[in-house]
């Protein structure tokens, strides 16, 4: 089975909590003693970087925007003392706690509302013990460029960053989730989630989404499996004519999506690693914008 698409998993059973449990707000600072650019790293296209709680740093965590939570794994949360007890969701248990400071980067979160899940089996795909998943809290919180071509994470305070070229465009925030639109052939259109979660070759698609689309042809169909929490899951894959994100048009681009019966109701589909790579993405989620830029 492949490594790709592994943490699609995760990103499902974080934003099915969210529908149960609302994270508390942490009160949020900057530190501009600290460099805005966070250590990090990119394997299998997705970036992973350490965060210091309650002084101590820990990692690594995996840079998600498709997670709705600052989320640490079990065997993390346990050596620190965080305790609450928890529910199950998608066969999961989920516990929630509270740390009293965490630190990513420049960004500093004081009494910071956590979700704790056991990692154990997607860090067996990744290869290495996951500390946790960093996820909305940390974008709605900094302005977040995130630098594929050169592999690199910086985070900025939204109230002094500018955009140091290119154009703004819209972002969509979908409950805790970020889209965006784009544009197929045969004048499809859609608003799709931008995961830095998930490292899947193209663009996912929605099962509803190509029911309302028969004018978008799909070739070279076929299937596999992916890696998720829950276990192992068919996936069709195909290739579609044309995709337009970002003032970008790929051609041929890669396509998976999932059987009939998906009725995630969200977004059309994600976009992940395989149509970010090319890009310098920048997220704004405080005054809903995001811009790609050419490196």
């Known amino acids: 089975m492949s490594r790709r698409a592994w943490l699609a ?42 965060a210091r ?29 965080v305790t609450r007890p928890g529910h199950t969701v998608i066969r999961q248990l989920v516990r929630f706690g509270t740390v ?31 500390a946790g998943v960093l996820g909305y809290p940390l974008f709605a919180a900094a302005v977040v460029e ?12 939204p109230k002094t960053y500018r955009l140091p070229r290119g154009e703004w465009q819209p972002l969509v925030l979908n409950g805790w989730h970020a889209g965006i639109s784009a544009r197929f052939e045969a004048g499809v ?18 099962a509803r989404f190509l029911e309302r689309h028969p004018l978008l042809v799909l070739r070279d169909g076929g299937k596999s499996k992916s890696v998720r929490i829950g276990g192992v899951r068919e996936t069709l894959v195909g290739r ?33 690693y395989g149509l970010l790579r090319d890009f310098v993405v920048v997220f704004n989620y405080p005054e809903r914008k995001i811009a790609f830029l050419d490196p």
Not at 148 to 153: F, L
Not at 189 to 199: H, L, R
Request: with cysteine; proline share 8%.
């Open 189 to 206: 259109e859609g608003i799709f989630m931008v995961d830095t979660g998930s490292n899947h070759p193209g663009v996912h698609l929605k």
């Open 146 to 157: 995130v630098d594929y071509p050169r592999q690199t994470v910086t985070c900025f305070d």
């Open 9 to 50: 998993g995760l990103a499902l059973l974080l934003t099915a909590c969210a529908t149960a449990v609302v994270p508390v707000a942490p009160s949020v600072v900057f530190d501009t003693a600290k460099s805005p650019r966070l250590p990090a790293r990119l394997k299998y296209g997705l970036f992973v970087t350490t």
């Open 53 to 81: 709680l309650d002084d101590v740093e820990h990692g690594p965590f995996v840079l998600d925007t498709g997670a709705f939570a600052l989320t640490l794994d079990t065997r993390l949360a346990d050596r620190l003392g």
């Open 100 to 130: 009293g400071a965490i630190e990513i980067g420049p960004v500093v979160f004081r009494r910071a509302e956590v979700s704790i899940v056991d990692l154990s089996a997607p860090a067996k795909t990744f290869g290495e013990t996951l």
């Open 240 to 272: 579609i004519s044309w995709l337009e994100v970002g003032g970008r048009r790929f051609k041929g681009p890669a396509v998976t999506f999932d059987p009939p019966g998906d009725d995630d109701p969200l977004f059309d589909g994600t976009i992940g």
